[in-house]
């Protein structure tokens, strides 16, 4: 029979939540070829569907880093890679957490119109999230 030298099981793997809240980290602004979204569907397979600030739609591949460790829900804002190759597609790099998502509103990196509360996002249709105006 084989010897067991493993360190444990699936408790270790999880490790601790190091994306914690209670941890104050610096507020992250977007550079050239990225851009802020909210997330409006999620898909399964570490995609989701997120309408980004400049109007379109795009989906958004969740990568590896953040897959387990970062939960990404309906109404989150977050921060995006837009592809040269293909426009209709991104990556995630960052999720932003309500606070700083609240202090970018206030700041004026995201339109005002936007909802930031997440308790009401239950039941949405996609023209409730991000809406813009014609200039």
Known sequence: MAKNKGKGGKNR??????ADGDEKRELVYKDDGQ??????QMLGEGRC?????????????????LYKKVWIATGDIILVSLREYQDGKS?????????EARLLKAYGEVPENIRLNH???DGLSDDDYIQFQDI
Do not use: F, S, W
Request: with cysteine; glycine share 8%.
């Open 13 to 18: 793997k999880r490790g601790k939540n190091e």
């Open 35 to 40: 851009e802020y979204a909210q997330v409006t």
């Open 49 to 65: 569907h997120a309408m980004c600030i400049d109007g379109i739609t795009r989906q958004c591949h969740i990568p590896g880093k």
């Open 91 to 99: 990556d995630i790099i960052m999720k932003y957490m309500p606070a």
């Open 119 to 121: 308790e009401e996002l």
